[in-house]
């Protein structure tokens, strides 16, 4: 049995050599630390610190059992350890350890691995009709989580942010950048870090969703307001080879009278991999490319990747002050690809964004080589890191061994751009990114949702992926529309998906188009077929180009839900049950979505089809935005869907309408 004490506003258990720590953190959080050490060790993870303020916390030791509460959370751990959460004003369990004779072995195991590292495990029972959102993006296709296992580390096209939103009314943060899993069973939830030095996890209870997200803005930091200029189109394509073919992309939709608020430079538009700079040959004079786009309203967004060639013209001394990741065994490769110089394949080590020194290494020749000629807006690409083969126990980081904290390298990337541009004054920003961790919100990074396939498929998991990014505090959010690799801008099929899925996207956080189309005259990182607006066909850009003016007229009530994901940590974009806890039909729609309270969206996302069925919540009363017709609420619908309509439907009183009425007055046709 266990001894039970206290210290100031901690509760602690200990038996033998391991220690437990309850701390109160923030309103209605609770943090617990764990380990065989006998201190709390400061390790990396999510949490800002110190902790926040809890002045309504208390402790009472008993002589069985302690309890902890922090407002509307309490736990309660016995003398043999067993360690249970609960909503304190009713009492009702939000978690708990199984009790002894469920188990054979410790609720909170550790596995001696090497050094100073075990493998940690920390076990809860499953609950009845539980369901779990969050946790980063998957290509899983589900919303609700529950009866999946999610691995728990960074690749291109699955973001690990191992926090999660239970329909129980709590939300629990995994805080440990240890690569590992979640198992969300039917008889057991189980937490794994595969090495870690220490147990470390938040539990937070709340009265709704909402507030939810809100307090673990709280714990881990709030986004900014989203910059102005960042809420309209992004034009993207793999990619412009030459300053003049942007500038003329640029200028072709200026002459056409189309919005654009950002055009980017994609990979390879340097030398070498990781010189960080322009090519001359190919981008002459970067400046006055960016002096001509600002005269458009048009911002330049350049791809940064963090490989680092060989030939490249930082490689002898990032190596030379040890600031690239290393190998514990073999040459210190982690990339294989292609680059400038090179005939066959090019084998790239990552600049280790774990080392202070490093990031200010990448930043200070970002900023010479971009930054200083007048661009500020930086694409974080392959930031996972993208490692070929995937071996996080092979990879040596400044902060220690790959499998210990591997995946919160693209925040600390992030964290790289974020400093250097506040160092510079500036506030108004974003960087792009593909991949994140808890806590990226805070440091103005979007993300988006890697290198997805051109398939209704496709499109269909980005609904539900996009929604859970957005409940795992991640309110900046985007795909590419089209998605990346295998769409043929001459197949009607793929025009009928770019149709789709640009429908989807007008409404998704971030507007913007990217993909390597074909045909392809030559391999990548060749330019591939066009992907500008007016690629796709004569009847694909008359609904698409309506849909960017339908952007620019949601502007103003985007930057309003903007705002509110800044002050409340509210994703603009989000399930129907966050808004209508109280219609037990919305926990099971997956395919459709809610922008702000006002606007609920539901994307065609079937090949051919011509009409969905809609789910309007019980709550509120609903107007078709294109019919102007009024609906009852708690109704199903079947909406009839032509190529160029997308079921959309407005809360009556909203005064919406005018935004959705598609005749742009002020627009030329172009």
């Not at 039917?186 to 709340?206: H, I, N, P």
């Not at 309110?475 to 899925?501: C, K, Y």
């Not at 994703?571 to 806890?581: A, K, S």
């Not at 037990?584 to 065609?604: H, S």
């Amino acid at each position: 049995m266990g001894l039970l004490s206290q210290e100031d506003q901690i509760l602690i258990w200990q038996e033998n050599q391991q220690k437990v720590w309850l701390q109160p953190w923030g309103a209605n959080g609770l943090r617990v630390q764990a380990n065989l050490v006998g201190e709390r060790l400061s390790l990396p993870q999510a949490l800002l610190e110190p902790a926040p303020a809890a002045p309504a916390a208390k402790i009472e030791l008993g002589e069985e059992n302690a309890t902890i509460h922090n407002g509307s959370i309490g736990a309660k751990i016995a003398r043999d350890g067993r360690l249970e959460f609960f909503h304190a004003p009713s009492g009702r369990i939000l978690l708990r350890e199984p009790g002894w004779a469920a188990r054979n072995e410790p609720n909170r195991n550790f596995k001696y691995r090497s050094g100073r590292l075990y493998q940690i495990e920390t076990t809860f029972e499953a609950q009845e009709g539980e369901r779990v959102y969050g946790l980063g993006q998957h290509p899983n296709g589900r919303l609700d989580q529950k009866g999946c296992v999610i691995d728990l580390k960074q690749r291109n096209t699955a973001v690990s942010i191992p926090f999660l939103v239970s329909s129980l009314g709590y939300g629990f943060l995994w805080n440990n950048p240890s690569v590992g899993r979640v198992e969300l069973g039917r008889d057991a939830t189980r937490w794994v870090a595969e090495a870690s030095q220490q147990l470390d996890y938040y539990v937070v209870c709340g009265g709704s969703t909402a507030e939810i997200l809100e307090r673990y803005a709280d714990a881990t930091g709030h986004a900014p307001v989203l910059p102005e200029w960042a809420a309209g189109f992004w034009q993207s394509k793999l990619r412009y080879e030459t300053q003049e073919e942007l500038l003329s992309v640029a200028r072709q939709y200026k002459r056409r009278g189309l919005p654009l608020a950002v055009i980017v430079a994609d990979f390879f538009h340097w030398s070498h991999m990781g010189d960080w700079r322009f090519d001359p040959e190919c981008w002459p004079d970067p400046k006055a490319m960016v002096r001509e786009l600002a005269e458009m309203g048009v911002r330049l967004m350049v791809s940064i990747w963090p490989t680092v060639s060989p030939i490249s013209e930082n490689y002898s001394a990032l190596r030379e002050r040890g600031l690239l990741i290393s190998n514990e065994y073999g040459t210190d490769a982690q990339q294989v690809f292609v680059d400038h110089g090179i005939t066959g394949p090019a084998y790239y080590p990552y600049y280790d964004a774990t080392n202070p020194e490093a990031r200010k290494f990448i930043w200070d020749t970002v900023k010479k080589n971009y930054y200083d000629l007048g661009v500020k807006t930086f694409w974080l690409d392959n930031d996972e890191p993208d490692v070929n083969p995937w071996n996080p126990a092979n990879l040596r980081f400044h902060l220690g061994n790959g499998v210990e904290v591997a995946n919160i390298y693209p925040l600390l990337h992030q964290k790289a751009f974020y400093d250097g541009m506040r160092a510079a004054g500036e506030t108004d920003f974003v960087t792009l990114s593909r991949s994140g961790w808890a806590g990226s919100q805070r440091l103005s990074s979007a993300i988006w949702s890697g290198d997805i396939a051109s398939t209704f498929e496709a499109l269909r998991q980005q609904v539900r992926a996009g929604l859970n990014m957005g409940l795992s505090g991640i309110p900046w959010w985007t795909t590419d529309i089209g998605g990346f690799h295998g769409g043929d801008v001459r197949s009607s099929t793929f025009r009928e998906l770019i149709v789709r899925w640009f429908q989807y996207g007008v409404f998704c956080p971030i507007f913007r188009l990217h993909g390597c189309r074909l045909p392809a005259e030559k391999p990548m990182p060749a330019t591939g077929a066009g992907n500008e607006v007016w690629s796709f066909g004569d009847e694909a850009y008359g609904i698409i180009r309506e849909l960017l003016f339908l952007r620019e007229r949601l502007r103003p009530y985007l930057m309003l839900q903007m705002r509110i994901a800044a002050e409340k940590g509210l994703p603009p974009m989000r399930p129907l049950f966050v808004d209508f806890p109280d219609d037990k039909v919305c926990e099971t729609v997956e395919d459709q979505f809610l922008l702000g309270p006002d606007i609920l969206v539901a994307p065609v996302l079937e090949e051919g089809a011509r009409e969905r069925r809609v789910y309007l919540p019980s709550g509120a009363d609903w107007i078709d935005a294109k019919k102007e017709t009024l609906h009852a609420r708690g109704e199903w619908l079947s909406v009839e869907s032509p190529l160029e309509s997308v079921p959309v439907f407005l809360r009556k009183g909203s005064g919406m309408e005018e935004i959705f009425r598609y005749e742009d007055k002020n627009s030329q046709k172009g």
